[in-house]
């Protein structure tokens, strides 16, 4: 009888651990659902990310050939103004990362650089060429060349570029908010994110 007894508690002790252990989530299956999760995220912020701006231009073309050396100088003149739309973005499905589920560690290991675009419409007011200098298709890819130069330096002098990067700091801020409310590690080429105020001194 007693024997009876050991055994049956011996079963119900087997039985109750089974049941607990089955209802017990597994660590890796929560490492794996965590792991889907930060891929999810990724992907949703894989966008383009773009800054727009506009910028206007004034121009003067000028250019002279002499017809005949030291007697006679044919010249040429336009007065340009341009107005031009820049955006400055960053393709964020780019951005290459590994997952390291043991060290519980999303590590970003590449952000592509901002691309900028320029469209600019040009008007053309004041032309005057004379008989022997007349207006060519390589002046007008000139024109559009030096313009070109000219307002990527104000693109560089603006804040167009600096607003863009603190649209990708708060995009990447993102990944931050996300791995450390599920315990695991951010870094960017092995630096590890402790704040977001990291990721905004970061050279991206």
């Known amino acids: 009888m007693r024997r009876l007894i050991y055994l049956l508690v011996l079963v119900i002790v087997v039985l109750f651990t089974a049941r607990y252990c089955n209802s017990k989530p597994s660590n890796s299956s929560e490492l794996l659902e965590n792991s889907m999760l930060i891929q999810k995220q990724i992907k949703n912020v894989g966008k383009l990310v773009v800054t727009e701006g506009h910028f206007s231009e004034v121009f003067t073309y000028k250019d002279s050939k002499e017809v005949f050396p030291y007697l006679v100088t044919a010249e040429k003149k336009a007065l340009v103004v341009v107005n031009?739309?820049?955006?400055?973005?960053?393709?964020?499905s780019k951005i290459e990362y590994n997952l390291d589920e043991h060290t519980k560690t999303l590590n970003i290991t590449y952000i592509p650089t901002e691309e900028i675009k320029i469209n600019p419409e040009f008007e053309y007011y004041d032309i005057q060429a004379d008989f022997l200098n007349q207006f060519e298709a390589k002046d007008y890819n000139t024109i559009k060349n030096k313009v070109k130069a000219s307002l990527m330096k104000k693109v560089?002098?603006?804040?167009i570029k600096k607003n863009a990067k603190n649209r990708l700091i708060s995009e990447l801020s993102k990944f931050y908010i996300l791995t450390n409310?599920?315990?695991?590690?951010?870094?960017y080429n092995n630096t590890q994110i402790t704040s977001e105020q990291v990721l905004d001194s970061l050279k991206l």
Not at 84 to 92: K, P, R
Not at 181 to 186: E, K, N, R, V, Y
């Open 84 to 92: 031009a739309d820049v955006t400055v973005g960053y393709d964020l």
């Open 156 to 159: 560089e002098a603006s804040d």
């Open 181 to 187: 409310s599920l315990g695991w590690t951010l870094t």
